[in-house]
Nanobody, 122 residues
Framework: EVQLVESGGGLVQAGGSLRLSCLHS????????IGWFHRAPGKERVGISC????????WYEDSVKGRFTISSDNTKNTVYLQMNNLKPEDTGVYYC???????????????WGQGTQVTVSS
């Protein structure tokens, strides 16, 4: 059974940083893609970053390039999203997703975690 458990959300001031974690299980990371989606209040979920387990390549949505970094620690079955220079528009729920069997750094979100709330105050 695929399981994704996010943690690390919270309240932070604009310009601050947070690191989100996604503990994953039930599939082989090395032949999968894991990513993060963001749902701002009142808006649809949008993919913001993805990492390929097969070659470590990454993808970022334009609004987070240079501010967010996705990484993985295979010894801990965890994917991280380091978020720096946070802005009020980064507020929302962040979801970890997994696409087992996808050899790509483009995530589609076959499986979803429950999400973690990030609030950035101005």
């Amino acid at each position: 059974e695929v399981q994704l458990v996010e943690s690390g959300g919270g309240l932070v001031q604009a310009g601050g940083s947070l690191r989100l974690s996604c503990l994953h299980s039930g599939f082989t990371f090395n032949d999968s893609a894991i990513g993060w989606f963001h749902r701002a209040p009142g808006k649809e979920r949008v993919g913001i970053s993805c990492i390929s387990g097969s070659d470590g390549s990454t993808w970022y949505e334009d609004s987070v390039k240079g501010r967010f970094t996705i990484s993985s620690d295979n010894t801990k079955n965890t994917v991280y999203l380091q978020m720096n220079n946070l802005k009020p528009e980064d507020t929302g729920v962040y979801y970890c997703t997994a696409d087992p069997g996808l050899l790509s750094n483009l995530c589609f979100g076959k499986y979803w975690g429950q999400g973690t709330q990030v609030t950035v105050s101005s």
